[in-house]
Nanobody, 114 residues
Framework: QVQLMESGGGLVQAGGSLRLSCAAS????????MGWYRQAPGKQRELVAD???????NYADSVKGRFTISRDNAKNTLSLQMNKLRPEDTAVYYC????????WGQGTQVTVSS
């Protein structure tokens, strides 16, 4: 069973930046589209961004132009650079493949203050 581990969250003021990282216990990055998801309190988990094995990216409308997803298959890592953060970006962020596999990590909390 693969384990996914997210890190890099924190508390930041609106307009600030954070960089999230995801590591996997074994190599799943080379073979799967990978994505960042988030879940805000009282809301369903949603896809924020994904990246194919070939490097093509896709973003939710709410984060286009502000977030950048990237991957390093050799290092088994996935990153999310988040700029111009807004209070509505506050959520727990998770990485997973797309489609998802039953291996959700603990997530990393991102809190954006106004």
């Amino acid at each position: 069973q693969v384990q996914l581990m997210e890190s890099g969250g924190g508390l930041v003021q609106a307009g600030g930046s954070l960089r999230l990282s995801c590591a996997a216990s074994r190599n799943i990055f080379s073979f799967n589209t990978m994505g960042w998801y988030r879940q805000a309190p009282g809301k369903q988990r949603e896809l924020v961004a994904d990246i194919t094995t070939g490097g093509s990216t896709n973003y939710a409308d709410s984060v286009k132009g502000r977030f950048t997803i990237s991957r390093d298959n050799a290092k088994n890592t996935l990153s999310l650079q988040m700029n111009k953060l807004r209070p509505e970006d506050t959520a727990v962020y998770y990485c997973n493949s797309r489609p998802v596999i039953p291996a959700w990590g603990q997530g990393t909390q991102v809190t954006v203050s106004s």
